[in-house]
């Protein structure tokens, strides 16, 4: 049977494991995500007896989850079908009945979780549509006490070690992409404050990167963008002093805590690819931390000094690793064929030099092309394992993914550059890797296919629309396709989002929304569309999906659509490689005659 199944089947189905997370105190107990029975659940790792079990089993799958420091419980976020909207569960490490975490709070959408050492507090953020954000302390078995509240997007970014202190991420001055941080007590009473976004024409955001792991140490690790890139800096919120780090590493950087507060493991993301490094306090020495070439997409640092990582290459499956040159965890069952490798392709565009990925099959250009548009939109690709586009190559098509503006890793100005012409901004980058493609031979003119997931797919609907006379087809999975409708029904967070990308609301700047929504060039769109949605999903709705569609529908535009009972996306193995035959069905159909 598994010899008669394509590779590309085998690189869905193959048991994957993530990055191992270990309790703070305990850190012989462990959990991980893994689809080892063909959806992606949670998994207890007793590393002192090798035992491991399955924690979570719904329909739908679970991958939100943490551990409490002292390993005696494993929390995990229970929602309904993938809409995001639930409650904290915990069930015991050891097994057990689940039972509610937080007793008294309703559900909402998830906004950070701290939880404290032994028998400490434990802080919840929480966003509703009709609160906003709100966060709240439990202490002791205690009912929860509310301690903050804003209209604007906020978060828990972290406990102190000792329990005594929270940092909040904020964005009470309106603008969603950039956060400023505030340390409270228990009771919410502010202790100190930090704020990049004051003064300047140009703001600046913050992130929370962790406490420091020691009792009574007051400083916070956290990331900041002063010198145009994210860079890590310690913040002694005591006595106000900022210890910015001089780190020579082009590129974005991030950082966390060894456990005995030494050093940070530095992760250091460049050109769509990824390395980790060491930063002694003592030393003031940055050492680097052997990894291959290709991508980091997760590390941490264990008590005694080394450091498991989660490693792949686009031609590599992944694996979970350790510095001592063993694998930390090997899934069972049969293993994930390799693909090819991704090769790069730079080109100039309308905004400066854009990056693209470039993954060819055998054989000579010029190839039918798929232009596979990422996520986010403040997200990038790597040089990674994506068993997707494998999937493509796998059929014949070059895989082209561009890190248009708007992608990380290339500097706060390539990020930020994305504001009020929406989509706009990232089809020019599109439209000038796509000539390129087509220019040097790797493309075929005649099939070009236009594709994404989320950010990428409402690129694929807008870009459709606005460049109909270039594309063979499309293909949106959960996208954005009537930005208004979108804005008033989606998650309270990215409301918060589109009103800083766009400058206002919909009755603010409807112009804005109007130039950047797909439905208004529905009528212009010529190339046939494919487009999926999940029913539940609380990011891209889907009240405003059907609107896009019922205009194709109207004016008998080439078009199919394909439901499923999910959120913004599955975690069900199966149902994701019957998205992706579709997909490659619709395409082989409709480009045969071309």
């Known amino acids: 049977m598994t010899a008669e199944m394509p590779d590309w089947e085998k690189r869905f189905r193959a048991p994957r494991v993530s990055l191992p997370e270990w309790a703070q105190d305990a850190p012989d107990r462990s959990l991980f995500v893994s689809n080892a029975t063909g959806t992606f659940e949670l998994y207890a790792w007793d590393r002192a007896t090798g035992e491991q079990r399955q924690v979570t089993d719904r ?73 906003g954000s709100t966060v709240h302390v439990v202490r002791d078995g205690t009912a929860p006490t509310e301690i903050y509240r804003h209209r604007e997007s906020a978060g828990v970014g972290d406990l102190s070690h000792d329990g005594a202190l929270i940092a909040l991420e904020h964005t009470e001055h309106g603008d969603a992409m950039h956060s400023a941080l505030r340390v409270v007590t228990l009771d919410g009473t502010t202790v100190a404050e930090l704020d990049d976004t004051k003064g300047g024409t140009k703001e600046l955001g913050l992130d929370v990167l962790g406490f420091a792991p020691v009792d009574g140490d007051t400083r916070l690790l956290v990331a900041h963008q002063r010198r145009g890139r994210w860079e890590p800096m310690v913040w002694d919120v005591a006595t106000g002093a900022e210890t910015e780090l001089a780190l020579d590493l082009p590129g974005d950087v991030s950082a966390e805590w060894y456990p005995d507060g030494s050093g940070l493991l530095i992760g250091h993301s460049f050109e769509a690819r990824g390395d980790l490094w060491r930063y002694d306090f003592a030393s003031r020495e940055l050492v680097r931390v052997e990894t291959p070439v290709g991508s980091v997409s997760g590390a941490t640092a264990r008590p005694g000094g080394t450091v498991e990582y989660l490693w792949s290459s686009a031609a590599q499956p992944p694996q979970v690793r350790s510095t001592t040159g063993r694998t930390v965890l090997d899934p069972p069952g049969m293993k994930a064929p390799e693909s090819v490798p991704v090769e790069d392709a730079w080109v100039e565009g309308p905004g400066g030099r854009i990056h693209a990925l470039v993954q060819k099959p055998a054989g000579e250009g010029p190839y039918p092309c798929v232009f596979e548009i990422h996520g986010g939109p403040t997200w990038h690709d790597s040089d990674s394992f994506a068993s997707g586009p494998a999937a493509w190559v796998d059929h014949g098509y070059a895989v082209v993914r561009v890190n248009y503006r708007g992608s990380t890793g290339y500097g706060r100005e390539w990020t930020d550059a994305l504001k009020h012409r929406v989509g706009l901004i990232e089809l020019e980058d599109i439209a000038a890797v796509r000539e390129w493609a087509v220019t040097s031979g790797l493309a075929d003119p005649a099939k070009l296919v236009l594709a994404g997931g989320s950010w990428g797919g409402y690129l694929t609907l807008l870009g459709l629309g606005t460049q109909p006379d270039v594309w063979a087809l499309g293909l949106a999975a959960v996208p954005v396709a009537d930005y208004v409708t979108a804005y008033h029904d989606e998650m309270e967070a990215l409301k918060a989002m589109d009103r800083t990308l766009l400058g206002g609301t919909p009755e603010e700047v409807p112009e804005r929304f109007a130039a950047s929504s797909p439905l208004t060039y529905v009528d212009q769109v010529r190339a046939p569309v494919y487009i999926s949605a999940g029913v539940n999903d609380p990011r891209c709705p889907i009240r405003q999906v059907e609107n896009y569609v019922d205009r194709l529908a109207e004016r008998g535009a080439a078009h199919e659509v394909y439901r499923y009972d999910a959120g913004h996306g599955s975690l069900v193995v199966e149902e994701r490689i019957k998205q992706v035959k579709l997909e490659i069905d619709f395409a082989e159909r409709w480009l045969a005659a071309k």
């Open 59 to 131: 329909p739908n799958g679970t991958t939100d989850g943490t551990l409490s420091p002292d390993g005696a419980w494993i929390w995990w976020f229970n929602d309904k079908d993938g809409d995001e909207f639930g409650v904290w569960m915990r069930q015991p490490f050891e097994g057990g009945a689940d039972e509610p975490a937080v007793p008294g709070l309703d559900p909402s959408y998830p906004a950070g979780l701290a939880i404290g050492r032994a028998s400490g507090p434990v802080v919840v953020g929480r966003s509703t549509d009709d609160e």
